[in-house]
């Protein structure tokens, strides 16, 4: 049973930065993609960034901001998350699927989220 568990979430100014945690309990870690994805009030879950080896995609509204790694030995993904704006508060999720996609559906395992809030 894979399992995720996001961290480093909280409230930081705009400009400011934060990066975010995903330890995965899986015995074969390096087989799966793992994903962030964001969720605003009132909007959809979107995707953010993947990482499947050393492939990684990002979103055209955090290229150039947001950076994503992986540490194998770790079992844990992070995302690197600077220049941070308002337009970023969301509750961010982390999830494990076959494949390197920014498609949601494509992921089958989720964390719980961690709550980013950029203030103005």
């Known amino acids: 049973e894979v399992r995720l568990v996001e961290s480093g979430g909280g409230l930081v100014q705009a400009g400011g930065s934060l990066r975010l945690s995903c330890a995965v309990s899986v015995f074969t870690f390096e087989d799966y993609a793992i994903g962030w994805f964001r969720e605003a009030p009132g909007k959809e879950r979107e995707g953010v960034s993947c990482?499947?080896?050393?492939?990684?995609l990002y979103a055209d509204s955090v290229k150039g901001r947001f950076t994503i790694s992986r540490d194998n030995a770790k079992n844990t993904v992070y995302l690197q998350m600077n220049n941070l704006k308002p337009e970023d508060t969301a509750v961010y999720y982390c999830?494990?699927?076959?494949?390197?996609?920014?498609?949601?559906?494509?992921?089958?395992?989720w964390g719980q989220g961690t709550q980013v809030t950029v203030s103005s």
């Open positions: 999830a494990a699927g076959p494949r390197l996609s920014m498609v949601k559906r494509v992921y089958v395992t």
């Open positions: 990482i499947s080896g050393s492939s990684t």
